[in-house]
């Protein structure tokens, strides 16, 4: 089992930033990827970033957010980091981070190929 745990959650205006953070309690392997999904209400969830946890750091986006948010990792804290910037009111959602065994490239935003989710944390963006 993998435990996973976000925080850095707010309210912000539009044009602010926010750091979300992803905490897991271990990693089964080193091909290991996780992700940042979110879901608003009434809406799907659907994926925001992700990247692998062993090698070289690859990274992937969905378009809405390419150039406004950065995912990262420090693999020394088990942690994987969800910066936010020049937020707009259609970021607003809860944001989850999840984790998975190796997941094909074209399916990293994929919500279903990912196994293990935390509980999440709230974004709300004011215009």
């Known amino acids: 089992q993998v435990q996973l745990e976000e925080s850095g959650g707010g309210s912000v205006q539009a044009g602010g930033s926010l750091r979300l953070s992803c905490v897991a309690s271990r990693y089964t392997s080193g091909r290991n990827y996780v992700g940042w999904f979110r879901q608003a209400p009434g809406k799907e969830r659907e994926g925001v970033a992700a990247i692998n946890i062993g090698g070289i750091a690859t990274t992937y986006y969905t378009d809405s957010v390419k150039g406004r948010f950065t995912i990262s990792r420090d693999n020394a804290k088990n942690t994987v980091y969800l910066q936010m910037n020049s937020l707009k009111p259609e970021d607003t959602a809860m944001y989850y981070c999840?984790?998975?065994?190796?997941?094909?490239?074209?399916?990293?935003?994929?919500?279903?190929?990912?196994?293990?989710w935390g509980r999440g944390t709230q974004v709300t963006v004011s215009s």
């Open positions: 999840a984790a998975s065994g190796s997941v094909w490239y074209y399916r990293l935003l994929a919500p279903d190929d990912y196994t293990y």
